[in-house]
């Protein structure tokens, strides 16, 4: 075992390993380790050089004949890349995690009473605890959605919020992803990798596990059919082969046993929605849709899209078949709407949110937007609308003529930005060549929320695998590890 | 089964058995080239093109090797075996969850050799890569149709491929013998250059049958036995008989999984083809029209495929509705 007598920089693998100001995962201290790592830092060092690049490779391989791929856009049509793995996970105590699901439950459960609320009576309006505004400004307002009575109250049943950790090791809200949350399937596909790789290694720690994701999320899909719908038909709707999620849609519909369709597969008529099947019309009553709002109803929403089903909305609306997520649920993770998250708990569940935003500068208030132009140097930008890493300047990598033209977007439209201060989130160690190094990393926990709230332990955790970026986006280069959350 | 699904797995394997089949005749022809005189090679050619037939893309120059390379890489020619393959892996990536690991790896491969850099259209004009490209395209399929076989659950999904399979191997099967009609029993006395073995031969393997004809009726190649050992054989997997057989089967099994009330239609087609096919001799056929007879076959095969899309894939949703 360590002990705190013997640097583990002392060790080849660790010659580059250095820590800043950033929390760090692995080490307390120079000389010390959080103990939890200690086995997986014994582990690892004790593996000869070649052996843990034979693995990395073994890793690899397996995430290319498997085809666990992402499409990357642009250049040629429909490039296919293996999402970048890396070997060592990243482990979070059972203590730790106990808070992150209490705080993401609590999040969840007040982020769907708010739904229902402005779409139906609007009190929170009314007293003026969010702005109508902000809620009416936002382009994922769907005016369709008011007075609609969705199953069982719920518009959120899957959601991916990000999480990062300050430096002092707390765990703080980034941003929720209500819409169409991906990632899930690396998750699934990195644990399974990992057993196989270490399984020794694997066995002595205790880990939770997480492969009834899909089991739950068909449960919680099952839980939303329409009244009267017994044995529902549910069916996964993907937007088809060229979305870069198309890996994912057609893992998730495998592991639940639904079938995987595409707007062309599907047909309403008299409010009912019908799949085509070689056996005739089939009816269908929930739709996990990864499709957005945007484009899944040419008739209700854009006119263009081709990969929706007309007709889709009023079959909705009629109340005969649900979707997950609900339509207009987008409204929710609006960059703005995020400042006001806090006082939606406490003014919905009466508590202190459990888990803390990031502070956040809301342009649209002139004292705040004053702050904001006066130390563009210090902070990152965001357009609220934009996500996937694009639309975002980070204030103190920028160049001076990149921050005077933010400060012109900002005061030309400051509804459409937010601002934050440069945070410098945790760090974990990565295998980078021969050495571990640390690299930045985030935390995507799914929360599913039908007839109960059910998280698996652990998510998905993004690593930017760049020295220094703070960038964990798979579209900027990103990358991920399996996330092990100890049962003690 | 998603009617999209059934649609993709069809294409799928009726791209594979074209690719197949084009690869087999490119290989056949240039290696039956090489023991003939050049004046003869026009015949051969233009006759490979009829048995494809007769790509209007696809322009006969009077040079073996372009032609050859023009039906094996220009992606411009749909029917290409590089189309070919192309084709039946998009249709494998839309229904990717619905294939085996095992099958997905096989066609994945076979499409990154094919595409991949390493094959240069130049280099194809030698006379040697030809044949050996050739010949690693057709065991690629043929390990393809084994991993189905032994890898995925012989259920609605599978009856579909075998469809695909054997509805593009019988239209393909009659247009060959329709190709080789002329020389081999319209007018056989005119090919009097001593080099009719050859051509019979070379019409079996075109059909993998060389072997398999042997055993039944020796080496002795006559052309009416080679017409009722590709016609009429009931346990070669190449015969029109054979073909037609698997093709009733896969649809028999469909019709029970899909139990739809209307498929009266499409069992008495493909039942009457069968039967036909069942209880003819070679004799009678000969004295009838031969290429008549070939074409209705043909014929039968493309209705059979129209019938199929109605009650599965491309029906209407007014009918369905009523239904």
Redesign the interface.
């Known amino acids: 075992m360590t002990s705190s007598t013997s640097p583990q920089f002392g060790h080849p693998a660790l010659k580059n390993y250095k820590l800043d100001h950033a929390y760090d995962e692995m080490f307390q201290s120079a000389d010390e380790l959080h103990s939890h790592y200690e086995p997986l830092l014994e582990h690892f060092t004790s593996l000869p050089e070649n052996e843990l690049q034979r693995r990395k490779q073994s890793a690899d391989l397996s995430f290319l004949?498997?085809?666990i791929t992402f499409t990357v856009y642009g250049r040629e049509e429909g490039t296919e890349r293996i999402f970048p793995y890396d070997l060592l996970p990243r482990i979070i105590t059972s203590a730790e995690w106990a808070t992150v699901e209490r705080g993401l439950t609590q999040r969840i459960t007040a982020l769907n009473l708010f739904l229902k609320d402005i779409y139906n009576e609007g009190k929170i309006l009314d007293d003026g605890i969010v702005p109508r505004e902000v809620v009416y400004s936002c382009k994922q307002f769907r005016r369709q959605m008011i007075g609609l009575q969705v199953p069982r109250n719920v518009y959120i049943a899957v959601c991916g919020t990000d999480l990062i950790r300050l430096e002092n090791g707390e765990f703080v809200v980034l941003e929720d992803n209500l819409r169409v949350p991906s990632g899930v399937s690396y998750m699934l596909t990195n644990r399974r990798v990992m057993k196989r790789i270490f399984p020794q290694l694997f066995r002595g720690y205790n880990v939770r596990p997480i492969e009834h994701y899909t089991q739950a999320l068909l449960g919680t899909l099952r839980s939303l059919a329409p009244e009267g719908r017994p044995e529902p038909n549910i069916v996964l709707l993907s937007p088809?082969?060229f979305n870069s999620a198309y890996f994912e849609h057609?893992?998730l519909?495998?592991q639940m046993g639904i079938?995987?369709?595409?707007g062309?597969?599907l047909?309403t008529?008299d409010n009912i929605v019908y799949?085509?099947?070689?056996?005739?019309?089939r009816r269908v009553d929930v739709i996990y849709r990864r499709v957005d709002d945007d484009f899944i109803d040419p008739l209700a929403f854009r006119a263009d899209s081709i990969l929706g089903v007309s007709g889709l909305f009023n079959a909705y609306r009629a109340g005969n078949v649900t979707l997950a997520n609900a339509f207009g649920t987008g409204v929710a993770d609006d960059k703005a709407l995020y400042a006001y998250v806090p006082d939606i708990i406490k003014y919905y569940l009466t508590e202190e949110p459990i888990l803390k935003n990031v502070e956040t500068y809301l342009l649209t208030k002139p004292k705040e937007r004053n702050y904001v132009l006066a130390n563009l140097d210090k902070l990152v930008v965001k357009a609220v609308g934009e996500s996937g890493g694009y639309g975002m300047l980070i204030g103190p990598q920028a160049s001076v003529a990149e921050r005077e033209e933010f400060a012109r977007k900002i005061e030309a439209d400051p509804r459409n930005y937010i601002a934050q201060p440069t945070i410098s989130f945790s760090r974990a160690p990565c295998l980078i060549g021969d050495e571990l190094q640390p690299r930045h990393v985030d935390l995507r926990p799914y929360v599913l929320y039908g007839d109960k709230v059910t998280i698996v332990p652990g998510g998905l955790t993004r690593v930017a695998l760049k020295d220094g970026s703070l960038v964990v986006n798979s579209s900027q280069g990103g990358g991920s590890k399996d996330t092990w959350v100890l049962s003690q | 089964?998603?009617?999209?699904v059934?649609d993709s797995l069809y294409w799928m394997s009726r791209y594979l058995e074209r690719a197949e089949h084009t690869t087999r005749l490119l290989d056949v022809n240039l290696n039956l080239m090489l023991d003939e005189s050049e004046s003869s090679a026009e015949k051969r050619w233009q006759r490979v093109l009829q048995a494809l037939g007769n790509p209007k893309e696809v322009e006969w120059t009077g040079d073996p090797y372009e032609l050859t390379r023009t039906l094996t890489f220009d992606t411009q020619y749909k029917g290409s075996i590089i189309s070919c393959i192309i084709s039946a892996r998009e249709n494998a990536?839309?229904v990717?969850?619905q294939i085996s690991?095992e099958q997905?790896?096989r066609l994945?491969s076979l499409y990154l050799e094919v595409t991949g850099p390493n094959l240069r259209f130049d280099k194809m004009t030698g006379t040697e890569q030809p044949t050996e490209f050739l010949q690693q395209v057709m065991e690629a399929v043929h390990q393809f149709q084994g991993v189905s076989d032994s890898t995925m659950s012989h259920g609605?999904g599978w009856q579909f491929i075998q469809v695909g399979r054997y509805i593009e191997r019988a239209a393909a099967t009659a247009l060959l013998l329709e190709a080789y009609h002329e020389d081999l029993w319209s007018a056989p006395e005119v090919t009097g250059d001593g080099n009719e073995y050859l051509e019979w031969m070379g019409l079996l393997r075109s059909a993998t049958a060389f072997e398999a004809y042997c055993k039944v009726y020796t080496a002795d190649l006559t052309p009416d036995r080679i017409l009722e050992f590709l016609l009429l054989d009931e346990e070669f997997p190449h015969s029109l008989r054979f073909a037609i057989d698997s093709l009733q089967r896969s649809l028999i099994a469909?019709d029970k999984?899909?139990?739809?009330s209307h498929a009266e239609p499409l069992r008495r087609l493909a039942g009457r083809l069968q039967a036909s096919l069942s209880y003819s001799s070679v004799d009678e056929i000969l004295k009838q029209d031969v290429i008549a007879y070939l074409q209705a076959i043909q014929t039968q095969c493309g209705e059979i495929h129209n019938t199929i899309y109605e009650l599965?894939?491309d029906?209407s949703?007014q009918a369905?509705?009523a239904?």
């Open positions: 004949n498997q085809g088809g082969v057609a893992y519909a495998r079938e995987l369709v595409e062309r597969d047909v008529h799949m085509r099947t070689t056996s005739g019309l | 089964m998603l009617s999209r059934a990536r839309h990717r969850e690991t997905w790896h994945n609605e469909i999984e899909s139990a739809i599965y894939v029906y949703i369905a509705l239904g």
